[in-house]
């Protein structure tokens, strides 16, 4: 079955930085757009960023253009994201979800602190 378990979270002081993982499995990686979602306490989702599957090719959220960055790798069947210059208001759970538009499977997520 899809599984997409995230990993990397943790506390980090604001201006740091910090970068999640992935890991798919139990689909045909390379052929799906994955994308990077968060849910702050006591908010609706986020949706932050998107990468396709052959082309990689990627759009991200105005809250976070210019601080965060999609990536995946192919081999290895993982999507990362790049967090720099983070903020409290960054401080959420941030999900892995597979899907263009419509997001099918999402993993549980991983917490994401920014607090000094």
């Known amino acids: 079955q899809v599984q997409l378990v995230e990993s990397g979270g943790g506390l980090v002081q604001p201006g740091g930085s910090l970068r999640l993982t992935c890991a798919a499995s139990?689909?045909?990686?390379?052929?799906?757009?994955l994308n990077w979602v968060r849910q702050a306490p006591g908010k609706g989702l986020e949706w932050l960023s998107s990468i396709s599957g052959n082309s990689g090719t990627t759009t991200i959220a105005d809250s976070v253009k210019g601080r965060f960055t999609i990536s995946r790798d192919n081999s290895k069947n993982t999507v990362f994201l790049q967090m720099n210059s983070l903020k409290p208001e960054d401080t959420a759970v941030y999900y892995c979800?597979?899907?263009?538009?419509?997001?099918?499977?999402w993993g549980k997520g991983t917490l994401v602190t920014v607090s000094s």
């Open positions: 979800a597979r899907g263009l538009g419509a997001l099918d499977s």
């Open positions: 139990g689909f045909v990686f390379n052929s799906r757009t």
